[in-house]
Every structure is written in structure tokens, then in C-alpha cells.
């Protein structure tokens, strides 16, 4: 394990002052209200700090996906597949897990906050303990040309989209979600509608509202995907001829489907029928902040996004960072 070394969050967008300065403002007036009124101490009235809007990773980190439990976010490094862990609190952070050397690209973590993680072009997947680092198992997917990208749990599995081939890759689990050996890792091969093209394919993965079946964006069609998780059949998911070109990321919250199309720097919402089959655009989040945002991931009434910014050749002292926007800010 490498060690562990706090990020503190010292660069801020062009609104952090803006927002700071009147929050500021509103915390001295609220705050002399209530010590007028005798409801509280001094002491007790100090400012409270509010959750960043935006904080800092690592530089040279190379962020891509990002997972949430509680106020802690994980993050992968394409990088070297180091596992970094912020408190969305206050943005400090550290690295919590040394990488393989080779990418960790989307994760999800689950309530025993193990880290399920995708390891982009190596072909494997890997669960790192979310609390420790401790890496807990590592899985071969595929030995030919693969990008194992994106990564969504049910109950009863892990299941991995493959940008560079027409399968998911399934790591069934076993009761109490025990984790399963190498030989129980299978492919499911993606049929029926799906149309593999020239390109990035399979990127963002999620369930469909009901539960019943997979959701999977292709990045270069901008197709979606209802997808039997039994059999791996595919069904183009009616948007009225809304295309998603780029997504990547997608975020499930009831019937609201949150895509990221990455280098569009903008966040589609959709509302989607139960089934999967439907939905229509609503509208649209961007941001002044974004630069290639790739994943998503809510917190309250708050979405976080890493950005990679892939227009931006790579360094070991490149900056990176995270931006906070509100769920509902939808245009």
C-alpha cells in the first residue's frame, strides 16, 4: 500500500468565491439574527462550512470513475489504478490503495463497502476494501483486445461492460454476497439489438428502474440499451430519436436517468419507463467547472463528477478535480 497523504482542496472554480463571499454574508446576518434574539450562544453561532463545490484530486491522478457511500467518494486512477478517498465534507482526502500499475476506470461500491472496479484495458476486474485499501480479490475478464469499462451490482452479480467487445462480464456472487473464484467469472454475450460499432461501444452501465434488466449506453452510436441480464438480449430503448454520442457514466435515481456525455462537458436527464424500454429527455445540467466529466455519482441532492479531462495531455503534474452540482438544476 502506498502511503497515505492528505489532499487538501486549495483550487477553486470561478463561482467558489462568488459562492463563499454570500454565503458569508448570509451566515454574519443569519447568525446576528439568532444572537439577538437570545437563541443561541456565540459560540454556537459560528459559520458553517458548506460542502465544497468543487476539491482536488491528486495531481497527475487521471480520475475516472467515481462511486458514493455515506460522505465518502472513491475514485479510480487511470493512471496506475491507485483508489483514492475523499470526505465530500471538506474535499481532504488520500490514497487509499496502490494500483497494479495498470487502470482502474469505473466502481461501485456495496453496503459492505467493498470496491468492485474495472480495469479498463488490462481486462480484469479487482474488490478493494473501501475502509482499508485492501485488495480482497482480483479477476482475469479477457486476454484479447478489451477495455472493461463501467460496472453495475444487483443482488446477485457484478456485471462489467467491455467497450472493445460485445459481452458484459459477469462475477456472479454467492449467498450473503460472498465473492466468487475465477472459474465462476462468465461472459454474456450482448445480442439481439446490439450493434457493435467501429469505435468505443458498451460504456456506462446501470439497471433499469424496475430492476429487472441492464441499462448500457454505446459511446459512439449514442444507442441505449435494455438488456436481459439472464441472456444478454438487447432491445434499443425507444428515445424518440434522442441520440446520447459520448455517454459515459449513468446514474439510476427512480425513474430519472442521469447520463454523462463526456466530452459534450453536459449531464442528460431522462425519464425512463419501468421496463427500460422508453424514455424522453427532459432536459440537460452543465457546468462552467466541467472538463470532460466521465461518471456520476449523488450524494443528498447533490451529483459529483470527475473530470478527466481528456483534452488535456497527461502529466505527473497535471491538476485534477471534482465538481459538485445540484440534481435538479435540469435545463
Not at 460542502?51 to 458514493?68: A, C, H, K, N, R
Not at 496506475?80 to 487502470?103: F, H
Amino acid at each position: 500500500m502506498s502511503a497515505r497523504r492528505s489532499i487538501p482542496s486549495t483550487r477553486h472554480s470561478r463561482r467558489a468565491g462568488r459562492l463563499t463571499a454570500l454565503a458569508a454574508s448570509l451566515t454574519a446576518a443569519l447568525g446576528a439574527g439568532v444572537l439577538a434574539a437570545g437563541l443561541l450562544s456565540p459560540a454556537a453561532a459560528g459559520p458553517q462550512r458548506a460542502f465544497p463545490e468543487t476539491f482536488d484530486l491528486p495531481d497527475g491522478f487521471q480520475p475516472e470513475g467515481i462511486t458514493i457511500q455515506g460522505r465518502s467518494a472513491w475514485f479510480g486512477s487511470r493512471a496506475d489504478g491507485d483508489v483514492y478517498r475523499a470526505d465530500l465534507r471538506t474535499g481532504e482526502g488520500e490514497r487509499i490503495s496502490e494500483g497494479p500499475g495498470t487502470p482502474s476506470v469505473g466502481l461501485k461500491v456495496d453496503d459492505r463497502q467493498r470496491l468492485f472496479i474495472a480495469g479498463g484495458t488490462a481486462g480484469t476486474a479487482r474488490v478493494v476494501d473501501g475502509a482499508t485499501g485492501d485488495l480482497l480479490a482480483d479477476y482475469t475478464l479477457s486476454t484479447g483486445a478489451t477495455f472493461v469499462n463501467d460496472v453495475v451490482l444487483t443482488k446477485d452479480a457484478a456485471y462489467l461492460t467491455d467497450s472493445q467487445a460485445p459481452v458484459l462480464h459477469v462475477l456472479p456472487l454467492g449467498k450473503g454476497g460472498a465473492l466468487p473464484g475465477q472459474a465462476a467469472v462468465r461472459q454474456l454475450p450482448l445480442t439481439g439489438d446490439w450493434r457493435q460499432v467501429e469505435g468505443f461501444n458498451a460504456n456506462g452501465i446501470t439497471r433499469t428502474p424496475d430492476g429487472r434488466a441492464l441499462l448500457v449506453v454505446n459511446s459512439t452510436s449514442g444507442l441505449l440499451y435494455r438488456v436481459d441480464p439472464a441472456t444478454g438480449v438487447a432491445t434499443e430503448v425507444d428515445l424518440g430519436g434522442d441520440l446520447l454520442t459520448n455517454g459515459d457514466g449513468m446514474l439510476l435515481q427512480g425513474r430519472t436517468l442521469y447520463v454523462v456525455q463526456n466530452r459534450d462537458n453536459v449531464v442528460t436527464v431522462l425519464r425512463i419507463a419501468p421496463d427500460g424500454l422508453s424514455g424522453e429527455r427532459v432536459g440537460g445540467i452543465t457546468d462552467d467547472d466541467f472538463d470532460v466529466p466521465t461518471t456520476v455519482a449523488r450524494q443528498g441532492r447533490s451529483l459529483y463528477l470527475p473530470n478527466a479531462r481528456f483534452n488535456t495531455p497527461p502529466t505527473p503534474e497535471t491538476p485534477y478535480d471534482v465538481v459538485r452540482v445540484s440534481a435538479t438544476d435540469v435545463r
